[in-house]
């Protein structure tokens, strides 16, 4: 789709902030939404509200979406059943009580690894599950030069202990990409479990569970243009041999086991919305299944998004005082998503975000709860760093405003 008429169905791109165009390049804090999830949301909660089991219109309704969503999501991952899609109010929420229910049986003897590439959701959550059992918790580190996991580590690190490798698949702070599929391999050659936070690759790229082999993988739907959803997919295996921390009367199938309370049915709405807008950007149609639309799509924004990186880090190279933390090869693109770590020579991050905010361009300063890479990186006491997170939406010429801006700010008065 034409990237003109695609950013027209975001009202948030089309708004004037004090007679400006705003420029959102803070896409992985959290996506701009379409319309149409806005209808789809606005719809349920308009005609629908309602509860699960009743014998009424919107109850049949209410069912019928969330069967919906989960078969949206289902297709979204390549999950091979809808009942392999569990929801919960955020990513966090829902790695903690994952995270409670596999380590019931944990011992003193086993060990766990996290990741320095990891925001703490995917770190705090095993660790402090680690701590009730006594078991040891090993945190794998980045490779300075690219901020990628650093595999020879990770192979000395596994063992016939290990029990489980809680790792993102792209950095929130760097976008640098890790190699899922070899990891779950190596993990599982020592019978680990592992437990992959795709909350910032799920925008940019599509996922494959049954591909990546990972025993369960979590995502957000509002940093895929969606609203504030948690999703994880989890192996029939696993969603059925844990036991969940749940509500007695509640029913132990699968995926509803998992589920606590109820679920924010508009936001299912919306969920549904948002992946049927990003198959929506394949030029295959309609009546072609969903699945084979979203990969026409993803591989469209992809191109799009290596075109930002490519500039963006072309750019870059003109300001010696800015030093950017990640992939910086131009041959590497397809590695990493275009979202930007940065520090400013002489000028603190906050400084740096508050300086383009009164101009309305929308950037993140801080750690991210990234915070072994920031410690790794030696930014977590200076402020962390200057995120620019580019989403399919952000155009080159909001890259040029951006430069330009930087060099106004070297040369402030
Ligand atoms: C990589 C990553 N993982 C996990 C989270 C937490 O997700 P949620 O806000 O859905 O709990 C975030 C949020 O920023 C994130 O960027």
Redesign the pocket.
């Known amino acids: 789709m034409e990237l003109t008429k695609l950013r027209r169905q975001f009202p948030a791109l089309m708004q004037q902030v004090n007679g400006q165009s705003p420029i959102f390049l803070d896409g992985?804090?959290?996506s701009q939404v379409p319309q149409s999830v806005l209808s789809a949301m606005s719809a349920y909660l308009g005609y629908y509200n309602s509860n699960l089991g009743g014998a009424f219109f919107s109850s049949e309704k209410t069912v019928d979406l969330l069967s919906n969503a989960r078969q949206a999501v289902a297709d979204l991952l390549n999950a091979p059943s809808q009942e392999q899609i569990v929801f919960g109010a955020?990513?966090?929420?829902l790695?903690f009580s994952f995270s409670r229910a596999i380590s019931r049986e944990w011992q003193a003897s086993d060990e766990i690894i996290v990741t320095n590439a990891?925001?703490f959701?995917?770190v705090s959550s095993w660790r402090q599950a680690a701590e009730d059992k006594g078991a040891t918790v090993h945190a794998l580190q980045v490779n300075d030069a690219d901020c990628t996991l650093d595999l020879a580590q990770y192979k000395q690190l596994l063992n016939s202990n290990t029990k489980l490798v809680a790792v993102?698949y792209?950095?929130?702070t760097t976008g640098s990409i890790n190699n899922i599929k070899h990891i779950v391999e190596l993990a599982h050659q020592v019978g680990a479990l592992v437990y992959v936070?795709a909350?910032?690759y799920a925008p940019h790229e599509l996922i494959d569970v049954q591909a990546l082999n990972c025993d369960f993988l979590?995502c957000?739907a509002?940093?895929f243009f969606g609203p504030?959803v948690?999703i994880v997919y989890g192996k029939r295996e696993h969603l059925e041999g844990f036991t969940p921390y749940k509500v007695e009367p509640a029913k132990d199938i699968i995926p509803g086991r998992w589920e606590t309370g109820t679920q924010s049915f508009e936001g299912l709405a919306g969920v549904v919305a948002a992946i049927d807008y990003l198959a929506s950007l394949s030029a295959l149609p309609e009546t072609t299944p969903r699945r084979q639309r979203l990969s026409e799509a993803f591989a469209n924004t992809k191109q799009h998004e290596m075109a930002l990186s490519e500039y963006f880090l072309t750019r870059l190279a003109e300001f010696p005082d800015i030093t950017l933390f990640g992939i910086s090869d131009l041959t590497r693109l397809a590695e990493r998503t275009p979202t930007f770590a940065l520090t400013f020579e002489g000028i603190a991050p906050r400084d740096v975000s508050e300086f383009l905010g009164k101009q309305h361009m929308c950037v993140w300063d801080g750690n991210?709860?990234?915070q072994g890479l920031c410690e790794q990186l030696g930014v977590m006491d200076k402020g962390g760093v200057v995120r620019i997170g580019c989403m399919h939406y952000n155009t080159i010429d909001e890259l040029e405003i951006l430069f330009s801006a930087f060099t106004a700010l070297f040369n402030r008065p």
């Open positions: 992985p804090g959290g955020n990513m966090t929420s790695t990891d925001h959701s995917n993102t792209a950095s929130n936070d909350v910032h979590a957000s509002y940093k504030h948690g991210f709860y990234a």
